[in-house]
C-alpha cells in the first residue's frame, strides 16, 4: 500500500500531492514485519490496488462462493453500495444491520424494489446509545467465514475505488460471531443528520493544535480563502470548533472553544472544514501527545485514553505511579490550568505565520515549531487535569465497578450505590491500595510545601478532583475516603480565596464537610466547626443556600453517586444546626464586652475564670485580665505574656477555647476566638 502511494502521488498519479513523500524508510520495515511467520488468516485490502468488492470478491471465492453476508454501515449510497457488494460476491442473500442510532438508514423498501434479497437484522454489539460509526462485513461462504472490516462504508465510493480505503480481512472458520436476529423496527432508527462525505477535490489541511488553537494550512487547492465552519471529529463524535478564517496562502489559526479540548478526543483527531457543499479535511497533528509519548512511552498512551473517556484500572494505575514520582507535574499543570478550571487561552508566540511556506505536512520536523515550543510536552498533562476537573467516569472506566462484575459472576445485585458500597468482589478492578497510598503520600507532601493560604488553591482543586476519582475505586476505598478528605481540609484551611474565584473551591468544601457526615453522624460539630473557619466566622444564609450540595452535580456524583438528595441535604442542614465552642466563645465576648451581667458560662471554666468574667462585667479590676485570642496558632499556643501552656492548659485552650495563664506574674484567661 505505501509503495501504491508513492507511485499514485508522482506528478501524473492519481493523488494530487504538493510534494511527493518518501516512504522508503516505512516501506522497509513493513517489508520486514511481513516476513515474520503468521497464520496468514489476514490480509490488508486497499483501493490503491483495485475496487475493494472485487477483491473481496476474489477472496469469498476462495472459499467456495459467499452464501450470505451482513453488513453493518453508516452509509450506503442509498442501496446501490449493498448492490455493488452483492454482484462482486455473486450472493443473493444480505441482511443490513439496523442500529439504534446512525446518520443513514438502509432504503430497505428501495432495494426491494430493485430486486435485491435484503433482511434487516440486528445485533447487540451495534446497538449501543452511540451513533453507528462501525463497519463490517460478514461474509459467510460455503467453506468457512470471511471478516471484514475498516475504513470502508458500504458505498460506492468505498468498495468501488474511488476513494482511498484500507480494510482487513479475515478468514474464520467458526460459527457466526455476532448474533445477528431478525429485525423488523427498521424504520425506527434515530437519525443524527451526518452526511456522506463531500471532498473538494484535491484539497486537504494540515493543522497542528497548541496552546489552545488550531493553526496550520489548507494545501492543495486554489479558491480556498475565507470564512470556513471548522469541526473536530473522531469516530462518530464531533464537535464545532467555531469560525475560521482562511487567508489567501491558506494559512489560518482558530481559537478552540473552552469547552472543546483536541486531547480529550483520543490521539486520532480530524479537523474538517465546510462551506456550503464543500468539505475539506485533515488529520489534527497533536504535537504534544507525540512529544509526550517520545518522552514518556506508555504513560502518554495512558494519559489520552483517561482523557478521551475509555481509561481502564491498568492506566489509571500507571498514572499513579507516575505521579508518586513526579507530583509536581500535576501541581504544575494545575498552576497553568487553574485546577483545571479556567480555558486555556492560547499564548501568542504559538502561531508563526507562514510557517509551512511551500513545504509538506512530511517536513513539519523542519519547519513547524509552534513558537518556542517551550509547552508542548505539558499540553497531554494539562488535558489530563482539565478531564479530571470537568468529566464524571466514562462509561468503560472499570475501575472499582463491581457491581459489573457481580453481575457477570452471577451475585446478587449490590443494594447501597456505588458510593456506599465496600469493596464487595471484582478486586481485580479496583486499584491497589499501596499503590493509591504512595501517590497520594507525594502530592500531598508537595503541596503541604506550598506556603498556607491562597497559594494552594490550584493544587487543592487538583488534589480533590483525584480523591474523588481514584479513592472511592481503590481496595478498601470506603475505608480510606474519609482519612483523604479530612487530610485534604486541614490543607485547605486559610486558602479560600479573594472575590469571584471563591466559588469553586467553596463547591469542593461543601462537597467533602457534607460526604464525611454522611459516612458519620458525630463529626457534623467538626465540619461545622472547619465551615466557620473556612468563611471566618459564622456561615452566612447566602452561604448555606447557594452552596448547599446537589445530588445531580459533579462532586456530589463522584463522591457518592448512590445518594439520594435528601441525604446530601439532611447532613448539610445537620452541620449548620450544631453549636460549636467558637459559637460559645464568641457570643461570650460580644455580651462582656457590651457589659451584660446574664452571660452563659462555657461549658468547662473553673470557678476562678467565672470570677475573672463577672469582674470584668462589672468594671472592676484591671480590663487587661481577659486575653482574647485572635489569631490562629498553627503551634504551641501562647498567652499575650509570651508564656507557653503546659500540657494541661494547652488541652484545654484547643477543646475548650478557654485556659488560665499559669505565669505567676500574668494569670490572665485566655480566650480563643480565632478561626
Known amino acids: 500500500m505505501l509503495e501504491a502511494i508513492m507511485r499514485e502521488t508522482a506528478p501524473t498519479g492519481r493523488l494530487v500531492c504538493v510534494t511527493p513523500p518518501d516512504l522508503s524508510s516505512f516501506i522497509e520495515l513493513g517489508r520486514k514485519a511481513a516476513a515474520v511467520a503468521g497464520d496468514g488468516g489476514s490480509r490488508l485490502l486497499h483501493t490503491m490496488d483495485r475496487p475493494l468488492a472485487t477483491q473481496i470478491g476474489e477472496m469469498a471465492a476462495d472459499l467456495g462462493g459467499a452464501v450470505h453476508v451482513s453488513v ?24 443490513v444491520a439496523v442500529p439504534t442510532i446512525a446518520p443513514s438508514v438502509f432504503d430497505f423498501d428501495a432495494a426491494v424494489a430493485d430486486g435485491l434479497e435484503v433482511s434487516p437484522v440486528a445485533c447487540d454489539a451495534f446497538s449501543d446509545d452511540r451513533s453507528l460509526h462501525s463497519k463490517l462485513f460478514d461474509i459467510e461462504c460455503s467453506k468457512g467465514r470471511l471478516i471484514v472490516g475498516g475504513s470502508a462504508n458500504a458505498t460506492i465510493a468505498a468498495l468501488g475505488g474511488a476513494n482511498v480505503e484500507a480494510v482487513v480481512a479475515r478468514i474464520h472458520d467458526r460459527p457466526p460471531l455476532f448474533g445477528w436476529s431478525p429485525c423488523m423496527a427498521y424504520k425506527e432508527v434515530s437519525l443524527t443528520g451526518e452526511k456522506e462525505p463531500k471532498n473538494r477535490d484535491g484539497a486537504a489541511l494540515v493543522v497542528e493544535y497548541g496552546g489552545g488553537a488550531l493553526s496550520g494550512r489548507m494545501v492543495g487547492a486554489d479558491g480556498v480563502a475565507g470564512e470556513w465552519e471548522a469541526i473536530l471529529a ?25 469547552d472543546v479540548d483536541p486531547l480529550s478526543f483520543g490521539s486520532s483527531v480530524q479537523v474538517i472544514f465546510v462551506r456550503g457543499s464543500e468539505e475539506v479535511r485533515g488529520w489534527l497533528m497533536l504535537r504534544g501527545f507525540l512529544d509526550a509519548m517520545n518522552r514518556r512511552g506508555p504513560l502518554a498512551r495512558s494519559i489520552g485514553r483517561q482523557v478521551a473517556g475509555f481509561g481502564t484500572v491498568g492506566d489509571m494505575s500507571l498514572i499513579l505511579e507516575f505521579m508518586a514520582r513526579e507530583p509536581s507535574a500535576l501541581l504544575e499543570a494545575a498552576e497553568r490550568t487553574g485546577g483545571g478550571r479556567k480555558a486555556t487561552a492560547p499564548d501568542p508566540h504559538l502561531f508563526v505565520k507562514g510557517a509551512f511556506g511551500t513545504k509538506s505536512a512530511l517536513d513539519m520536523t523542519e519547519t513547524w515549531r509552534s513558537g518556542s515550543g517551550t509547552h508542548g510536552h505539558d499540553d497531554l498533562i494539562d488535558a489530563l487535569v482539565r478531564h479530571l476537573a470537568s468529566s464524571l467516569l466514562g462509561g468503560c472506566d472499570d475501575a472499582g465497578d463491581d457491581e459489573d462484575e457481580e453481575k457477570r459472576e452471577g ?19 479496583r486499584i491497589k491500595k499501596q499503590l493509591v ?118 462532586n456530589q456524583q463522584l463522591l457518592g453517586r448512590g445518594f ?104 490572665r484567661v485566655v480566650v480563643d476566638v480565632s478561626l
Not at 453493518?72 to 449493498?82: E, L
Not at 454482484?87 to 443473493?92: G, H, P, Q, V, Y
Not at 446478587?412 to 450505590?417: F, H, S, T, V
Open 234 to 258: 473522531a469516530g462518530a463524535r464531533r464537535a464545532a470548533a467555531g469560525r475560521v478564517c482562511v487567508a489567501d496562502s491558506g494559512s489560518f489559526t482558530v481559537v478552540v472553544p473552552s
Open 72 to 95: 453493518v454501515s453508516p452509509f450506503f449510497s442509498r442501496h446501490h453500495g449493498i448492490r455493488l457488494l452483492c454482484k462482486s460476491l455473486r450472493c443473493e442473500r444480505v441482511s
Open 437 to 554: 497510598e504512595r501517590a497520594f503520600a507525594q502530592l500531598f507532601a508537595r503541596l503541604e510545601q506550598v506556603p498556607a493560604g491562597s497559594a494552594r488553591g490550584n493544587g487543592l482543586y487538583v488534589l480533590f478532583d483525584m480523591i474523588v476519582r481514584i479513592i472511592p475505586r481503590a481496595e478498601e476505598g470506603e475505608r480510606l475516603l474519609a482519612p483523604y478528605l479530612e487530610r485534604w481540609l486541614t490543607l485547605a484551611k486559610g486558602a479560600r480565596p479573594l472575590g469571584d474565584d471563591q466559588v469553586g473551591l467553596d463547591d469542593c468544601v461543601a462537597a467533602v464537610v457534607s460526604r464525611l457526615v454522611i459516612g458519620d453522624r458525630d463529626k457534623a460539630v467538626t465540619m461545622h466547626e472547619f465551615l466557620q473557619s473556612w468563611i471566618s466566622g459564622e456561615v452566612p444564609d447566602s452561604f448555606a443556600s447557594e452552596r448547599s450540595p446537589k445530588a445531580g452535580s459533579l
Open 564 to 667: 439520594a438528595q435528601e441525604e446530601w441535604s439532611a447532613a448539610w442542614r445537620s452541620i449548620l444546626r450544631t453549636r460549636t465552642t467558637w459559637n460559645t466563645v464568641n457570643d461570650l465576648r460580644r455580651t462582656l464586652l457590651a457589659r451584660v451581667t446574664s452571660f452563659v458560662v462555657p461549658e468547662g471554666a473553673t470557678d476562678q475564670e467565672v470570677a475573672v468574667f463577672r469582674r470584668y462585667v462589672a468594671g472592676e479590676g484591671r480590663p487587661d485580665r481577659i486575653y482574647w485570642l485572635e489569631r490562629h496558632y498553627a503551634a504551641r499556643p501562647a498567652c499575650r505574656c509570651g508564656h507557653n501552656f503546659p500540657g494541661m492548659q494547652e488541652k484545654r485552650l484547643r477543646t475548650l477555647r478557654l485556659a488560665t495563664c499559669d505565669n505567676i506574674r500574668c494569670g
Open 411 to 429: 451475585s446478587r445485585e449490590r443494594k447501597d450505590g456505588p458510593g456506599k458500597g465496600g469493596n464487595t468482589g471484582g478486586t481485580s478492578q
